[in-house]
Each structure stands twice: as structure tokens, then as C-alpha cells.
């Protein structure tokens, strides 16, 4: 499994997908947040806060993760490989654990550099150091388990084509669904007294609590349950190829 986990982070970091991923993903957010003259500006708020970052990093990743994640399975299918990579050694949850972690490590180093925003910032309160600490690495922390969820969600949506672009889109929209749809269906207050748990299922509600700076048990078992349950879906359709 670490051999395999070792190639995977090879074949990210000795392409340009890797690097690709890292510096869209700080460019984006600098431009937001340093340069263009919006509302998540922090030189125009005039406040020492963070909370552009953490608005607009979960739509970045939203298309970002996707396209780290559309080749795990769909390469290994269209290439014929899958069925060498399956009669190794090692089980299908094994193979599974080394394919995601190798995203989620690459999620974990794009969010490393933000971390010089976060010294800068803290440089720039009045006095220095005058911001939420509390609440930045709990949306920080946030933030990474989003990335992981919706790498789970990507490696499920490559294990079930061949076809990387349709892979991509595939996870795009799940991930998409499952971060804002419940919130969209929860605010038009159809269900009534179901509506809250609607609301629940959804991403971006325990985001926001994490968000918060209080890192509640069941946001923590909210996350780990749907990585739990993207993997397992992963699995069975690997398992499939068997019956």
C-alpha cells in the first residue's frame, strides 16, 4: 500500500497536474483576496480577518479536486491496468486508502502555502496579532476535511468510467450537490419540520459550524461518515468487476 501511495504521489508531483492544482488554487484565492476590488479583499475590508479565504476555497476546490481525482480509477480502466493493479497483492481497500491519500496529501499542500495569508494578516491587525486565531484554524481545519470529502467523492466517480472527462464533471456535480443542494432545497422550506435535517445532510452546513472556530464532534462524524461512505461505494464498484 505505501509503495502504491509513493507512486501516486510521484505520478501527481512528476506531472504537471500536481503543480498545476497548487498554484491554481493559490492564485485564484491571492487574486481575491489581495487583488481584485471585491468584497473578500482584505487590504479594502480593513478588517485582520480570513474569511474570503475560507468563502471562496471550497468552490476552488470544487473544481480543483475533481481533476486530481478523474484519472485514479478511469486512467487505470481505459489503459487496462486495473486488472494488474487488482491481482497485486495488496485488497481493494488497500489499493482504495493509497489512491485517496495521495489526493488528500496533495489537498493538505495546497493548503500550506495559504498559511503565509494567515502570517500576513496577523502582521497586519492593529495591534498585530488583533484576529480570531480560534476561528481561522478551525476553519482551516474545516477546509481539509471538505478537500477530503471531496476526494472521496472524486476516486467514487473515477472508479465508475473510463472516461476521465466524464469522470470530472461527474464529481463536479456531486460534490457540488452535496456541498450547496441541501442547502437550496432546505431554503425554499418545503418539508417543514424535515427541513433542518435536509439541511444537515448537506456539506456546507458543517463546514460553517467547523468554520465557527468549535470543532463539534458531530461535524467531525458528519465528514468521516461520508468519506466512509464514498470509499465503501468505491469498493463495491471494484468488487463488481468480480460477480
Known amino acids: 500500500m505505501l509503495a502504491l501511495f509513493r507512486k501516486e504521489i510521484s505520478s501527481f508531483l512528476s506531472s504537471l497536474t500536481g503543480y498545476l492544482v497548487i498554484i491554481v488554487f493559490l492564485l485564484v484565492n491571492g487574486l481575491f483576496l489581495w487583488v481584485f476590488p471585491t468584497e473578500f479583499n482584505i487590504l ?7 474569511d474570503g479565504l475560507f468563502i471562496i476555497a471550497p468552490f476552488v476546490f470544487l473544481f480543483l479536486v475533481p481533476a486530481v481525482t478523474m484519472r485514479s480509477f478511469a486512467e487505470e480502466r481505459k489503459s487496462g491496468t486495473i486488472e494488474m493493479l487488482l491481482t497485486k497483492p495488496l485488497t481493494e481497500m488497500q489499493i482504495i486508502w493509497a489512491k485517496y491519500l495521495a489526493a488528500v496529501t496533495l489537498v493538505l499542500f495546497s493548503l500550506l502555502p495559504t498559511l503565509v495569508y494567515f502570517i500576513t494578516v496577523y502582521r497586519l491587525g492593529l495591534p498585530p496579532g488583533n484576529l480570531d486565531s480560534g476561528g481561522i484554524w478551525g476553519a482551516y481545519i474545516g477546509l481539509f476535511f471538505l478537500g477530503a470529502s471531496f476526494a472521496a467523492i472524486g476516486l467514487f466517480s473515477s472508479s465508475i468510467t473510463d472516461n476521465q472527462i466524464l469522470s470530472f464533471v461527474l464529481a463536479v456535480l456531486l460534490s457540488g450537490f452535496i456541498y450547496a443542494g441541501f442547502e437550496f432545497i432546505y431554503s425554499l422550506s418545503l418539508f417543514g419540520p424535515v427541513d433542518l435535517f435536509i439541511k444537515q445532510l448537506g456539506i456546507a452546513s458543517h463546514y460553517s ?23 465503501g461505494l468505491t469498493k463495491l464498484v471494484l468488487a463488481s468487476r468480480k460477480w
Not at 479594502?44 to 480570513?50: E, M, R, S, T, W
Not at 459550524?209 to 470509499?231: E, N, P, Q
Open 44 to 50: 479594502d475590508f480593513g478588517y485582520a480577518n480570513l
Open 209 to 231: 459550524s467547523i468554520s465557527r472556530g468549535v470543532v463539534d464532534t458531530r461535524d467531525v462524524v458528519y465528514f468521516s461518515s461520508l468519506i466512509a461512505l464514498f470509499l
